[in-house]
């Protein structure tokens, strides 16, 4: 590797990084655990807390080269519950099984990472620890939240002017026994509409299987800085949620939610090329400011920059990659379900 390729390559591994922590946190954003919490305020036994480590990005790209997801997100057993190089926005949504984008509060809660090691009482099951995350957030970030139903900009997927191009799936994609082995590499989360498995393939392309909502196939040309996405079958629903996922990861918590508003039903065939650089341009601009609660080291509400990243030009706009299957994203408003940040520290109490 020559000394004028190291930017490039830092800027492809950065921006591949997003990508797939896009992906993950898709995973994360898309559990919906079930049942009921049982009577009584539940928290873990122990548990430990720390601001997460900058991410070592020569052992991430040596781990998706060999085909190993990257450890960060959640990843609770039977026994213990971690969360690994976690965002404040994105535990707070998993302990009120909400999405990142549906918190409003300051920008911070998008950029403070950190790492959590608990273990579960013994007599608890999965269920119970969106309530005792909850209980951790309200202890130890002294987090203090009321949900509502509030108006906002969003972007609308709806059905373009020509009509739709996308070719219907003949048959549904086949479910997969959630109890099967896992291949390498492979991680599984449990979803309302049924497990969802990812896995990074040998040829460095990323397998997104969202079950009922179809599988996508992820591919990102470092050459080009392009994002493929291909699916011989997905809901319009789960193709809203996916682009949603990477607004997020590339504009910051404000970014708009993706919402179908297409009416389409069934499974359809998606190819579509996404220029990376342009997502990442049109995430920033479409960033709503969405206004905060005072608390304690409260900062603004802008969209964190991406500092020290060349990034090169050129390719199809998402706007325009999105309008070839007949659709379009345009400006909506739409109500939503919002969690409100009424209080909260950026600093944990000791463990």
Avoid at 64 to 72: E, L
Avoid at 175 to 180: E, G, R, W
Avoid at 203 to 216: E, L, Q, R, Y
């Amino acid at each position: 590797m020559t000394p004028d390729s190291l930017p490039r390559e830092k800027a492809f591994m950065k921006f591949r990084h997003r990508i797939v922590s896009a992906l993950v946190l898709f995973l994360v954003a898309s559990v919906a655990l079930r049942g009921q919490t049982p009577q009584g305020k539940l928290s873990f036994d122990v548990a430990t807390v720390k601001p997460a480590a900058p991410l070592d990005m020569q052992r991430l790209a040596a781990d998706m080269q060999a085909g190993r997801m990257p450890k960060i997100g959640p990843q609770i057993g039977f026994s213990r519950a971690t969360y690994t190089h976690m965002s404040l926005a994105d535990l707070i949504a998993l302990a009120f099984n909400m999405r990142a984008y549906q918190i409003s509060g300051p920008a911070w809660l998008a950029q403070e990472l950190f790492d959590i090691e608990a273990t579960i009482p013994e007599g608890a099951t999965k269920d119970d620890v969106p309530a005792m995350l909850r209980a951790l957030l309200e202890e130890r970030f002294k987090l203090v939240a009321h949900q509502a139903q509030e108006e906002h900009k969003v972007l609308g997927l709806a059905v373009g002017k020509s009509g739709v191009k996308m070719k219907e799936s003949p048959t549904a994609p086949q479910a997969f026994d959630p109890n099967s082995p896992l291949q390498p590499g492979e991680r599984q989360v449990d979803n309302v509409d049924g497990p969802i498995r990812m896995k990074i393939n040998s040829d460095g392309t990323i397998t997104v299987n969202m079950g009922a909502k179809g599988t996508i196939i992820e591919k990102i040309d470092r050459q080009s800085m392009m994002l493929d996405m291909k699916s011989s079958g997905v809901t319009m629903d789960g193709f809203a949620e996916l682009l949603s996922s990477i607004f997020l990861q590339m504009g910051g918590a404000n970014s708009r939610q993706v919402v179908d508003m297409t009416g389409l039903r069934g499974y359809y065939q998606v190819d579509v090329e996404i220029s990376i650089i342009d997502m990442t341009a049109q995430a920033r601009s479409q960033a709503v400011t969405i206004p905060e609660r005072p608390s304690s080291g409260s900062a603004a509400t802008s969209a964190p920059p991406t500092a020290g990243v060349s990034e090169p030009t050129g390719g199809l706009s998402v706007f325009d990659s999105v309008e070839r299957l007949g659709l379009k994203l345009e400006d909506r408003k739409a109500t939503v379900d919002r969690l409100v940040i009424d209080q909260m520290e950026k600093t944990p109490t000791e463990n």
